[in-house]
């Protein structure tokens, strides 16, 4: 079992006053106060900024923050990276195998374009043994929107027309939570630590963390002009902490990001991501899903460190995600 995490009432100058307006705003975490600036932890706090700084100081040393790797260790854990195949040949050529472990990839589109129906089919897939494309593991699911359907999960596992899978093991290997609010959300992500250990030890680890939607409670909560540096600050310690538990876990996690089609934009593309460059410079791949002719849909791979941007199209069918 891992060590439990220590508070944040646990830093020298962190009363329960203080802790409860860390927690409100965003700080959840001992990791999250450590790589705050003073003046932010300040102004939040309204206490000095010099007791920010200790405070700081403080979390920096219980923080478990990475430090410089040589590139040969960096060369060592990515030989650990494995790769969700979407069973798409089309799909996976364009990710270069599938959904990359120790990554973040978002997936945004407009309402409609196949978001949800990937990640159920991804929750199917990452429970197939390596052979058949999969890792063997189970996934970690946030549903914000309460679009998880069952009923699509079993018509997913019934459509790789693989004998003897029984969908009802699949559903038992997916542990689902609703968020009901931006704040739960992040909440949530810091408690699957727990899930996940105990994960570790059965016959399916986890390997899949799914959040359906990242951004919408986001979007719903921080409407206003005011409220946008908060917002992409909340976003990013989110993030932030979501790819430490995948990381430790050689796990991939598949995030969504609805976006709006905006008429009054003449030029350029007329979709942005919400979160914007938050989101984008966090997550480690960027998948834009749009809709095409005769029920088709495209992906297209717009951001990768180290693969060509390129597009790939595929249908949504009752048995689930299949070539055009
Ligand atoms: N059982 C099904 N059979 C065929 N297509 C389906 C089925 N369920 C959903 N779809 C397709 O998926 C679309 C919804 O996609 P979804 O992934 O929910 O969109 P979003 O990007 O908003 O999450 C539907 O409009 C439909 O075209
Ligand atoms: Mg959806």
Known sequence: MAEKPQEIEDLPGVG?????KLREAGYLTIESVATTSPAELAEITEISEATAKKIIKAAREK??????????????????VRKISFRVPELDTLMGGGLETQAITEMYGEFGSGKSQ?????????????DDGGLNGSVIYIDTENTFRPERIEQMVNGLEIDGLDAQ?????????????????????????ELANELKESDKPFKLFIIDSLTAH???EYAGRGTLATRQQKLNRHMHELFKIIDEHNAV???????????????????????????GHTATFRIYLRKSKGG???????DSPNLPEGEAPFIVEEAGLKPC
């Not at 929750?123 to 390596?130: I, K, R, S, Y």
């Open 16 to 20: 329960p006053s203080t802790a409860e």
């Open 63 to 80: 923080a478990d923050l990475d430090g410089f790797k040589t590139g040969k260790e960096i060369f060592e854990q990515r030989k650990d």
């Open 118 to 130: 990937i990640v159920h089919q991804m929750a199917v897939n990452v429970q197939l043994p390596e």
């Open 169 to 193: 093991d699949f559903l038992k290997n997916i542990h689902i939570a609703r968020a009901h609010t931006s704040d739960h959300q992040m909440l949530l992500v810091e408690n699957s630590r």
């Open 218 to 220: 986001f979007r719903a």
């Open 253 to 279: 996690a598949l995030v969504t990001n609805q976006v709006m089609s905006n008429p009054a934009v003449f030029f350029g593309d007329p979709t942005k991501p919400i979160g914007g460059n938050i989101v």
């Open 296 to 302: 088709k849909r495209i992906a297209r791979l717009v």
